[in-house]
């Protein structure tokens, strides 16, 4: 058998992110470079879910392979959302000195594609134990490995825009989930602030947000009604609607 | 002065989009392979504008300067919608042989960051003289090079996703359009067709397509009406009826 082949110049990063009904949350890996033969801790900083691609796997098979390495996570969405490729991107001393610790194995011009990924809940059991990978939120995720700063920006960026546009801010609520919950949620993703009736009054018209007869179960404060998101009704409703890009 | 070295597995490829009133149009490069000391055509077939990037550019100016190189156009609007990193995508015979022909510059694991561009209208001048490029209908663009079938899929899937949420059509329309010229870029972008009647009554709709006091000249029909984009208004009327993804 031989051994499989890295790509020094390519890899790949994951910016997986998890709404925890307070805020947003993204994954990071911890990586502390300490002094061969001491204990001696050069530096420690964190990094998105990346490594590089090997040269027999397509990208999203290399996105798949490192989240379920770093994270012990299987079967996540991944989308591609933009590829980085700054030429000064992995200049950072930290970032120099830990290509020196590897060696030769990466290139110091590597391209990277980035993924992201929404999950329903932040989880810290959804991480394997024994793992260096913790959920952190998104506002302190500042002063990241590498590029890593930048590539998170861009995959909110890209994240806004499809907010605006399709249901998908759905996908990181729980299945049933309150009024506040949602807006909470909106709000971290649109960097807004909304008036409490007015969110509820646009929420009103989405036929597709469905109340439930259903409160919540076991909270300290007077439990709120639950709402469930309809993709059935969103699907009708939007084929009626569409009208070019009103 | 040092001789600038190319990365072997990393390329960009353009997908640069003109309509010419009546059909969808892409730009692709003539590549023959003729063997070495004959004038014998091994075969022949056409790319997208791509090329290797240099190791000390980073990607957007790698796209500007492969599109100048191969056709001589400057400040395109270029921007990236997605990167292709199949295993398979160099191993057609003629992508073999042309890497064959090519010695080791090359790997034969590529990945490429696709680009995309969209020009006003397609002029064959826009293309220097001498250069392997031209215009070819999309329709048509079967049969390319490498996996550039799919890259062109991809950035026409791209951008029928963006057609439907923003009003970028009109950077494809010349500046005065008329609304067949606006009915036929629907039709080639979004793969569908109108009825005209239909399609007049939407457009009447939307406040952003402004009818002007003049008709087309030099034309052997009747001369239709003439219709401006008017990006002010529709800033100001998208934020009056923004509500969420409606």
């Not at 998170?152 to 806004?160: C, D, N, P, Q, T």
């Not at 109340?211 to 059935?232: N, R, W, Y």
Request: aromatic residues 12%; negative net charge.
């Amino acid at each position: 058998m031989t051994a499989r082949k890295l790509m020094q110049n390519i890899s790949v990063d994951c910016v997986i992110l998890g709404f925890d009904s307070e805020q947003l949350n993204v994954i990071l890996v911890d990586r502390t470079l300490i002094l061969p033969n001491t204990s001696e801790v050069v530096f420690s900083d964190l990094t998105l879910t990346g490594y590089h691609i090997y040269e027999d796997e397509d990208l999203d098979s290399a996105a798949a392979r490192i989240v379920k390495d770093l994270t012990g996570l299987e079967n996540l969405p991944l989308k591609q959302f933009y590829s980085f490729g700054a030429l000064d991107r992995l200049h950072h001393p930290n970032d120099q000195l830990w290509l020196e610790h590897c060696g030769d194995v990466f290139s110091d011009r590597v391209v990277t594609i980035g993924y992201y990924s929404l999950l329903p809940s932040t989880n810290v059991n959804f991480i394997q134990k024994g793992r260096n990978a913790a959920w952190y939120p998104v506002t302190s995720a500042k002063g990241l490995a590498y590029d890593h700063d930048f590539v998170v920006e861009k995959a909110i960026e890209h994240l806004r825009y499809k907010f605006w546009h399709e249901p998908i801010g759905f996908e990181l609520l729980p299945v049933k989930f309150t009024l506040s919950q949602m807006q909470k949620l909106y709000e971290a993703i649109l960097g807004t602030q909304f008036d409490k009736r007015n969110f509820r009054k646009k929420v009103s018209q989405m036929d597709y947000v469905v109340p439930l007869k259903e409160k919540q179960i076991g909270v300290a404060h007077k439990p709120a009604q639950l709402f469930m998101f309809s993709c059935d009704v969103y699907e009708k409703t939007r084929k009626e609607r569409f009208d070019f890009f009103v």
